[in-house]
């Protein structure tokens, strides 16, 4: 059984920083493409970020571009999103998502969220 188990969130004041950690179980990450996903109050959810399986290649949103940062420890069968410069709009529930080969309309799995909140 595939469980993916988002943790990190909190309440953080704008211009703070947030780790994300996603770690993966029944599943390879390195293996996987990995993405993250977010869903602010009253909006659809979101591609935030994601990173292929074989050479490593992250894509960003003009969003998270310059502010997040994903990585995956392969030891941990962790991923991580680290965000800094945080700001109110970025308050969302974070998805963690595996897919084979990053289709990330439809992923093949998807964790069950963290919720972050940033202060004003």
């Known amino acids: 059984q595939v469980q993916l188990v988002e943790s990190g969130g909190g309440l953080v004041q704008a211009g703070g920083s947030l780790i994300l950690s996603c770690a993966a179980s029944g599943l390879i990450c390195s293996m996987y493409a990995m993405a993250w996903f977010r869903q602010s109050p009253g909006k659809e959810r979101e591609f935030v970020v994601s990173?292929?399986?074989?050479?490593?290649?992250?894509i960003y949103t003009n969003s998270g571009k310059g502010r997040f940062t994903i990585s995956r420890d392969n030891a941990k069968n962790t991923v991580y999103l680290q965000m800094n410069s945080l700001k109110p709009e970025d308050t969302a529930v974070y998805y963690c998502?595996?897919?084979?080969?990053?289709?990330?309309?439809?992923?093949?799995?998807w964790g069950q969220g963290t919720h972050d909140t940033v202060s004003s």
């Open positions: 998502a595996a897919d084979y080969v990053g289709n990330w309309g439809n992923p093949n799995y």
């Open positions: 990173i292929t399986r074989n050479s490593g290649r992250t």
